[in-house]
């Protein structure tokens, strides 16, 4: 059995259709796929495409050790002031 995943864009409306045809749910990613030994026509209605061809796009997945790398977060509240532990935020 081949490793290789092809990610699908599935709606969840549909997801019980694409089960059927043996796609699996990916909990990491949060994608349905198929493995690289499934008859990938089956899935064409679900396949990625590139906006510039009509050639499906592979979806390489995040990996854990990318996540967070070189993000900032700014509060929206410019008022809000962090909770630190020590005393109440109520005080």
């Given at each position: 059995?081949s490793?290789?995943?092809?990610y699908?864009?599935?709606?969840?409306?549909?997801?019980?259709?694409?089960?059927?045809?043996?796609?699996?749910?990916?909990?990491?990613?949060?994608?349905?796929?198929?493995?690289?030994?499934?008859?990938?026509?089956?899935?064409?209605?679900?396949?990625?495409?590139?906006?510039?061809?009509?050639?499906?796009?592979?979806?390489?997945?995040?990996?854990?050790?990318?996540?967070?790398?070189?993000?900032?977060?700014?509060?929206?509240?410019?008022?809000?002031?962090?909770?630190?532990?020590?005393?109440?935020?109520?005080?």
């Amino acid at each position: 059995m081949s490793d290789s995943k092809t990610y699908l864009n599935v709606p969840y409306a549909q997801k019980d259709a694409a089960k059927a045809l043996g796609a699996r749910w990916d909990p990491a990613n949060k994608k349905w796929y198929v493995q690289g030994s499934v008859d990938i026509n089956l899935f064409s209605a679900w396949l990625p495409v590139a906006s510039n061809s009509s050639e499906p796009v592979s979806v390489k997945p995040v990996q854990s050790n990318d996540i967070g790398q070189g993000v900032i977060t700014y509060p929206v509240d410019t008022a809000f002031v962090a909770y630190n532990g020590d005393t109440p935020p109520w005080a």
